[in-house]
């Protein structure tokens, strides 16, 4: 078969295992932003997950002359107005580690005084081609709440406090192959995954 090359628009290495293993039975070759000498970074300046997608997929398609898919994804908390969403990556500010926007998150809900912890996984995924038009963006949600504390040792972010509904145990605790089924990421990329084949079948 023949593979074509695709680009996924990420230097976060959780994000590139997560989504290298959901494509692996797709008939392309996955490279990352690491595969190119000089990439100039794309300010994710989008209102909207899906806005922040598309800037980068079509910018990062430009720059590689290849089909590049690229995902904004973030956590919406109810008791917080929905807080840290677009800005997930860069709550507790530049260059934080994942446990210290994970701190920031549990210090500002228990600030907040709501015994309300409801909150979701978004994912937007978009597909550009080469000369960076957008071709798909697909959209996944989990619902779930926040935990009392971090808890599992898998994953990245913030799946360490998310219960997803349905279950009793964080997105950290779960075996990877449940977590990718129920994901936001999952349910995302099960869509766009479908597009893709489509554009594989001759």
């Known amino acids: 078969m023949n593979h074509r090359q695709i680009v996924i628009a990420t230097a976060n290495p959780g994000k590139l295992r997560e989504l ?18 000089s990439i100039d970074p794309v300010a994710e300046t989008g209102a909207t997950f899906s ?7 079509s910018a990062y398609a430009k720059q ?5 898919l690229a995902d904004d994804s973030g956590l919406e908390v109810d008791a917080l107005d929905g807080r840290p969403g677009v800005l997930s990556a860069r709550y507790a500010g530049d ?18 005084g709501s015994s309300s912890r409801g909150a979701r996984f978004v994912s937007a995924i978009a597909v550009a081609n080469r000369e960076g038009a957008i071709l798909n963006i697909s959209e ?4 779930g709440r926040i935990a009392q504390a971090p808890r599992g040792e898998n994953g990245f972010g913030y799946d360490p406090v998310f219960i997803p509904e349905g279950f009793a145990e964080t997105f950290a ?9 129920i994901s936001h ?5 099960t869509a766009v995954a479908a597009f893709l084949r489509s554009l594989t079948v001759t």
């Open 185 to 189: 990421r999952g349910k995302a990329l």
């Open 20 to 37: 290298r293993t959901l494509l692996v039975d797709l008939p392309f070759d996955v490279l990352d932003l690491n595969s190119f000498a």
């Open 173 to 181: 605790e779960l075996p990877a192959d449940i977590k990718h089924r």
């Open 140 to 143: 996944g949600t989990c619902t």
């Open 64 to 68: 590689t002359g290849l089909m590049t």
């Open 95 to 112: 260059g934080a580690s994942d446990a210290e926007r994970v701190q920031k998150l549990l210090s500002e809900l228990s600030e907040a």
């Open 51 to 57: 806005a922040n997608a598309s800037l980068k997929a």
